[in-house]
């Protein structure tokens, strides 16, 4: 789908956030692509570790925000955007606002085939990834 780049400054109230979005998800995929995964964890965040369960209705607002975008521009990337490039673009852009969010990786099996599956939580809400229902929890990172 192309994207008409007038009514894409006349008509989204959230240019640099949108910008910021489709930058950082190309910038993780190609990290995701190139550096090793035990070097490439190092720079998620806090191992181990989980922000609050509660947060103000203006983070929740941010969030949701963040949400959308995030999921409006990785539909339309040229490079696969999959779960952990989301949940790390979303982790980013909330971390610009000086949001806490947690980024969890969990797997489950398909038959006799493993799936990872990524997801980020902000306070009560789920940014990206749904909820993990369904994955065993691998790991987590504050940011």
Known sequence: MKINPYKFLRYNKHKM???RAYWYSAVFRIQILTVKMDKLHKRWGEEGRESSEKETDEVYRIAYRVAKEVNRICTKTSWESKCLVRALTAQKLLKKEGIHSTLYLGCAHDGEKMIAHAWLRCGEVY????????YAMVDKFYA
């Open 17 to 19: 956030m949108t910008l």
């Open 127 to 134: 940014v990206t990834g749904g909820d993990g229902s369904g």
